[in-house]
């Protein structure tokens, strides 16, 4: 508990502009307006969060607005369910990585995973990873972790680890809410040990939600409540 603990500590001596830096402001409701897009990437400069995560689609239609104001672009692959083609989510890879995109989230094939099809997973994320190597871009994997056993998840795990991928994240926050605390600590206990960051995501809304997260071994913050969390932060710390 050691290592919890410290974590603990550095936690909360947190400033807004540190966990902002650990936020990915996300955005990938189906019926969103276009100009919500636009605000999105004004917030996120203004807030200073680490990045805004869109669907592949939108990455074209924010790209330049989102590099007049320094902001970077996380393209989701694959979202939600991970059932298209290997191939097809290199395509939506290689089209948001020349849009301007600097990191992608994919979601695995979690039915050859479950089936225990390890070849065929690691092609997929290897082929995937290695695509956006050659853009410079970094790929963190969806495990979807509350869906799965603790051996589909590790599994899951050390494939990602062995395609190069330099983080996982705990889920969609469609299929589960994967932000818990317990959920968090469960996919950091199996990625720390493969040198592997953690995304924590689904679920968090407020600043006691990340803020445990990040103690309970995220890196990285995936929200679409990313302006509420750092205002719920500064109500929480004018009252401390």
């Known amino acids: 508990?050691?290592?919890?603990?410290?974590?603990?500590?550095?936690?909360?001596?947190?400033?807004?502009?540190?966990?902002?830096?650990?936020?990915?402001?996300?955005?990938?409701?189906?019926?969103?307006?276009?100009?919500?897009?636009?605000?999105?990437?004004?917030?996120?400069?203004?807030?200073?969060?680490?990045?805004?995560?869109?669907?592949?689609?939108?990455?074209?239609?924010?790209?330049?607005?989102?590099?007049?104001?320094?902001?970077?672009?996380c393209a989701v692959s694959g979202f939600p369910s991970g059932l298209s083609s290997y191939k097809a989510k290199i395509v939506e890879v290689e089209e948001s990585l020349s849009h301007g995109a600097v990191e992608v989230d994919v979601v695995p094939n979690f039915t050859i995973a479950r089936a225990g099809l390890a070849k065929e997973l690691y092609e997929e994320l290897s082929a995937i990873v290695d695509t956006a190597k050659s853009y410079g871009a970094i790929v963190k994997v969806i495990v979807e972790a509350p869906l799965h056993s603790d051996g589909e998840l590790e599994a899951l795990v050390e494939t990602s680890f062995k395609a190069g991928?330099?983080?996982?994240?705990?889920?969609?926050?469609?299929?589960?809410?994967?932000?818990?605390?317990?959920?968090v600590y469960r996919v950091y206990r199996l990625a720390s040990?493969?040198?592997?960051?953690?995304?924590?995501?689904?679920?968090?809304?407020?600043?006691?939600?990340?803020?445990?997260?990040?103690?309970?071994?995220?890196?990285?913050?995936?929200t679409s409540s990313a302006g509420q969390v750092i205002s719920s932060m500064l109500k929480f710390k004018s009252q401390g």
């Open 1 to 73: 508990m050691g290592v919890l603990a410290e974590r603990f500590r550095w936690a909360l001596s947190l400033g807004p502009r540190e966990l902002a830096g650990l936020l990915e402001s996300t955005l990938l409701d189906p019926v969103a307006p276009l100009d919500s897009y636009f605000k999105l990437v004004e917030e996120a400069s203004r807030e200073g969060f680490h990045c805004i995560v869109v669907s592949s689609s939108m990455v074209k239609i924010v790209g330049r607005k989102a590099s007049d104001y320094g902001v970077k672009i």
């Open 193 to 222: 040990p493969r040198g592997l960051k953690v995304k924590a995501s689904g679920g968090i809304r407020s600043y006691f939600d990340a803020v445990t997260a990040v103690a309970f071994g995220a890196d990285r913050v995936g």
């Open 165 to 183: 991928a330099s983080f996982v994240k705990t889920s969609t926050g469609v299929y589960s809410k994967g932000g818990d605390p317990s959920t």
